[in-house]
């Protein structure tokens, strides 16, 4: 077990206990999108708000489920606060490419190359954290939902998508 597999994990397990921005917005004006994960059991609701300016004004979660997915919702949540739905959809990006790469390295073994990749401009963070899941194949579609669910929501409130 490596150093940084043991902050990763610190990271998960304190947005799990802690979960930040947690809570609902009154609909309308904020608007509302669910999230399900048969494969766990994990249930998310987020709540957006998207201003004149193209910001993601506010947003909430809600739901139940496992520690990855509520801490993924937690983390994605204070990651995508504040920032313009362009930018949104670029961390969005970055998320997943993270988790496909590691979903066709399982695949493969390791010898996938022709994966989407990261955008380098795209700065992580602690979402990187997650990257630890891939040990355990099914629990990606746990660590996702919560961003599947936000681009759900940003469709649906026309938000313009990524170029
Ligand atoms: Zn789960």
Same mark, same amino acid.
């Given at each position: 077990m490596s150093g940084l597999e043991d902050l990763y994990r610190e990271i998960i397990l304190d947005h799990y206990r802690n979960? *930040?921005? *947690?809570g609902e917005l009154p609909v309308p004006p904020a608007h509302r999108v669910e999230g399900f994960n048969p494969l766990c059991g994990d249930e998310i609701v987020l709540y957006l708000t998207v201003d004149d300016t193209g910001h993601l004004a506010e947003v909430k979660t809600a739901g139940q489920g496992c520690s990855i997915s509520q801490s993924s919702a937690s983390m994605m949540a204070t990651a995508v606060a504040g920032c313009t739905v362009e930018e949104v959809r670029a961390l969005t990006r970055a998320f997943k490419a993270l988790m496909s790469i590691h979903e066709s390295k399982l695949e493969r073994d390791g010898s996938g190359t022709d994966t989407p990749t990261p955008d380098p401009e795209v700065d992580l963070g602690d979402l990187a954290?997650?990257?630890?899941?891939v040990r355990f194949p099914v629990r990606i579609k746990c660590a996702t939902l919560s961003w599947n669910a936000l681009t759900q929501g940003l469709d649906e409130l026309g938000a313009p998508p990524s170029r």
């Open positions: 979960p *930040r921005l *947690r954290a997650h990257q630890g899941v």
